[in-house]
């Protein structure tokens, strides 16, 4: 089922009412994801085939919008109603949130079975983990810190595809002259959060960076770094498009593809939208690190979890559901089409796939060097709700050209005090 504005409000009234429905057919799975781009629902339809093929019927709850705030939204109002969906996509510090207020189902004998632990890097492990058992199953590595860049548009206009932000401003010019949107960014407070989060992880570096949006210190958060992010994302203010409140993240990789931009910061789910509009990489379009981050990996990592079951079919569908996501089949199919890395090392990336490449070695030299940072504007880093106050605060200092970089780092410094209050 796939969640219209009116499907939604629906949904919000029954819940007011608390009323539930019937619990749904035992081997019926019931997942919760927010993927319904072109790329994204093609990897949804990995999943959808692999449970099909395990004898079980998919039953679709998708609900799109705002990278998960809207299904997070859903699935809270169903959750308090007693009717949860068997499995859904939850990430980061979120997941603990779910299982200390009991909810989730322990995965720890699949974990065991499924050998989970050769399987999943250490540094992702306990992100799964509550009190150390496992409540959650991740499927993939996305690296936000991305620039994406529109290769004709780049050729049609004589820039050079920049490597640090003065040579990124320069394009920007040069790609403005010709006609072309230099910086297409969708106006939702979570896209504008990540072009900001890559911009801060450049300026900061990822120590510094996780002190401010992981440990959230306070020295940290009012620091010159902080103000000198928040001057970076007014200097790119004037390069995205006038037009753009509201539109969705791949709307906004659309403007790259049907060539009337230049670029656009994002996590690689976008790769996933080129590809799927048949775009080549190196042709069209290509990948590098958002300038100053090269050496940094800012990851988003997405998994299931899966809400405890009614009965032991619903539970055998479940065992079903979690053993598929680390099969190297769901991991080379669904992350292929994803744009993101798959979890496990063990699985090759597909031919020609640059940017993965680019992406596995990105991974393994953060890795090594203790830069791997969890994206605070994807709910890795922190729960939606500090996350919420923080993407205020940055949105409305994109909007309010008369807000200095100042002010918008003390209101940010307040936003996070209270929402941690
Ligand atoms: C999720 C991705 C998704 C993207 C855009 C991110 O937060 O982790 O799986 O593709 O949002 O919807």
């Known amino acids: 089922m796939r969640l219209t504005l009116k499907a939604l409000c629906a949904s919000v009234i029954q819940s007011t009412l608390l009323y539930v429905t019937p619990a749904a057919h035992a081997s019926e799975v019931e997942v919760l994801h927010w993927w319904t781009s072109a790329g994204e629902a093609k990897a949804a339809s990995v999943l959808r085939a692999g449970i099909e093929q395990r004898g079980h019927q998919w039953r679709d709850f998708a609900v799109g919008g705002q990278a998960g705030i809207s299904a997070m939204n859903t699935l809270r109002i169903r959750a308090i109603s007693g009717n949860p969906p068997l499995a859904a996509q939850i990430k980061g510090p979120e997941i603990t949130e779910w299982a200390r207020l009991g909810f989730l189902r322990n995965l720890n004998d699949i974990a065991e079975a499924e050998h989970w632990e050769d399987k999943i890097p250490a540094p992702l492990r306990d992100v799964m983990q509550y009190q150390g058992d496992y409540v959650a199953a991740p499927i993939n590595i996305h690296r936000v810190n991305w620039l994406w860049i529109n290769l004709r548009a780049f050729e049609d206009a004589g820039a050079a595809i920049p490597h640090d932000f003065e040579s990124f401003f320069t394009a920007a010019d040069k790609l403005q ?8 960014l969708g106006g939702e407070p979570w896209q504008v959060a ?55 993240w791949s709307d906004t990789t659309r403007l790259l593809i049907d060539n009337q931009a230049g670029m656009q910061v994002m996590g690689d789910w976008a790769k996933g939208e080129f590809l799927a509009a048949d775009q080549q990489e190196g042709k069209s379009f290509t990948c590098v690190a958002v300038p100053g981050t090269e050496q940094a990996f800012s990851y988003n990592i997405d998994s299931f979890v899966f809400f405890k079951p009614n009965n032991a079919e619903e539970r055998q569908s479940q065992t079903d559901m979690a053993e598929y996501l680390l099969t190297p ?68 200092f994109f909007y309010n050209p008369k807000q200095t970089p100042e002010e918008a780092t003390q209101a940010l410094y307040r936003a996070i005090l209270s929402a941690q209050a």
Do not use: W
């Not at 002259?177 to 297409?184: D, E, N, T, V």
């Not at 770094?225 to 409140?245: E, I």
């Not at 597909?350 to 994206?375: I, M, V």
């Open 329 to 396: 089949q769901f991991q080379r199919d669904f992350n292929r089409y994803k744009g993101s890395l798959p979890i496990r090392f063990d699985i090759p990336l597909p031919n020609g796939d640059t940017c993965a490449e680019k992406s596995r070695q990105a991974f393994l030299y953060a890795e090594q060097h203790n830069t791997l940072s969890p994206s605070m504007s994807h709910g890795l880093s922190t729960t939606r709700y500090v996350q919420s106050a923080i993407f205020d605060v940055i949105n409305e």
């Open 194 to 248: 990540t072009l900001f989060d890559t911009l801060a992880l450049s300026v900061m570096g990822p120590e510094h960076y996780q002190q401010a949006f992981l440990d959230f210190d306070r020295e940290a958060l009012l620091s010159d770094g902080v103000t000198k992010s928040f001057s970076l994302l007014a200097q790119m203010r004037p390069y995205t498009d006038s037009d753009n409140l509201g539109r969705n």
């Open 177 to 184: 002259q010709a006609g072309y949107i230099p910086l297409a």
